[in-house]
């Protein structure tokens, strides 16, 4: 019967041996596209677009203020949970007009 620790001593080895293939596998494709890209003459600036992959990231506009304490300054989209300055109060009041 195998135990555990033989178990694992060949775990490592197999690690080892799928980093070693790994390594080579990478070294075989970078070797086949260069010689792709010397064939053909190309630089890397001639893929262009076709390297990037990610796509443009969208902003939000910003939301627009929808109550003001005009005391303090402070204010509110109206969206989220309400702040403390408007607890116990009648949001109406605060409403900013257009």
Request: zero cysteines; charged letters at 35%.
């Amino acid at each position: 019967m195998t135990t555990y620790q033989e178990y694992q001593a060949k775990i490592a080895e197999l690690q080892k041996q799928a980093e070693l293939a790994r390594r080579n596998e990478i070294a075989e494709a970078k070797e086949r596209i260069a010689s792709i890209m010397r064939e053909h003459n190309l630089t890397l600036a001639d893929l262009g677009p076709a390297v990037k992959s990610a796509k443009p990231v969208k902003t939000r506009a910003p939301v627009p203020m929808k109550y003001r304490d005009d005391a303090t300054g402070q204010t509110w989209t109206g969206r989220g949970r309400a702040p403390k300055w408007l607890e116990g109060r009648n949001k109406e009041d605060f409403l900013i007009k257009q």
